[in-house]
């Protein structure tokens, strides 16, 4: 991957560790009561993930300790890196926007060590890289690449590039109101996580997104390389529910799915990609 074509985004900041910014911090010695179970919830939903890891380990006491934020050190080339892939989805999605009539509001990554404060409140490192609504941000933990390729096996520049693709999926969603109608229909009863749950529907299309953004950058730059779609296909395959539940437990729970199957992931990945058109994204409509 030629990332260095990329065109350099002004929106990635560092986490100086101040904790400052954000929403309100969680924890602090006061035991959890219905309002924190909610909040848990909440979070878990706007996530997709599990909701636990944002507040760090609760203790015996039902305590919650949040978790510990220190000054990210980021290697210069990375940041880079990570700016060349942010503008080209800024570009990306600017000129989609356009297309349609709308103006695309660029978000802000925030490289972080740890744990960092949001408006979406205190998350740790073992959330992964994550977007959060309430403040339009992307975050991800600067040694969530490494963990990319150590635990998934999931190498290459382009694999890094789809990660950070597919959060930004997650904001152009918030932008075209996708999450408000998914949190409308989860108040109607319809169900958030298994296989065929609005979690997976909506991951899914974040999934698209990417690839309609690596059709449009391929389009405009040339930057990708022998190989590069394949680790994309890759790591989309690695973090699939089902691979990522048996690697854990050594079972598959296709009731518990949030993000969708390694297939799945691959598939509307390779549609997003092949067809370059955010119409060919609508992962809640029929079969996934």
């Not at 298994?194 to 730059?221: H, I, P």
């Amino acid at each position: 991957m030629d990332w260095q074509k990329g065109e350099r985004s002004q929106n990635v900041i560092v986490d100086d560790g101040s904790g400052g910014g954000g929403g309100p911090r969680f924890g602090g010695g006061r035991g959890m009561g219905i309002g924190g179970i909610v909040i848990l919830a909440i979070l878990g939903l706007v996530f997709f993930k599990d909701p636990t890891a944002l507040l760090g380990q609760a203790d015996n006491g039902g305590q919650v300790a949040a978790p510990s934020s220190r000054s990210a050190e980021v290697d210069p080339q990375m940041k880079d890196f990570i700016s060349a892939v942010l503008g080209s989805t800024e570009k990306t999605w600017t000129d989609i926007f356009q297309q349609h009539g709308r103006q695309y509001v660029d978000p802000q990554l925030k490289l972080f060590s740890g744990g960092v404060n949001t408006a979406c409140g205190m998350a740790s490192t073992a959330v992964g890289p994550f977007y959060c609504p309430g403040d339009q941000l992307v975050y991800l933990d600067v040694a969530f690449f490494q963990e990319l390729d150590s635990r998934f096996h999931a190498s290459g520049e382009f694999a890094r590039a789809y990660v950070i693709a597919h959060e930004v999926g997650h904001h152009v969603q918030n932008l075209l109101g996708i999450f408000d109608q998914v949190e409308k229909a989860r108040r109607r009863g319809a169900p958030m996580e298994g296989a065929d749950g609005l979690s997976v529907r909506q991951e899914l299309q974040a999934d698209c997104f990417a690839g309609v953004w690596a059709n449009k950058t391929q389009q405009r730059l040339q930057w990708l390389q022998a190989g590069d779609i394949e680790s994309a296909l890759n790591a989309a395959s690695k973090i699939g529910d089902d691979a990522l539940q048996q690697q854990a437990q050594g079972r598959v729970v296709p009731d518990s799915f949030t993000h969708g199957t390694s297939a799945q992931r691959v598939k509307w990945f390779k549609a997003g990609f092949e067809g370059g058109d955010i119409g060919s994204c609508n992962t809640f409509a029929g079969q996934l």
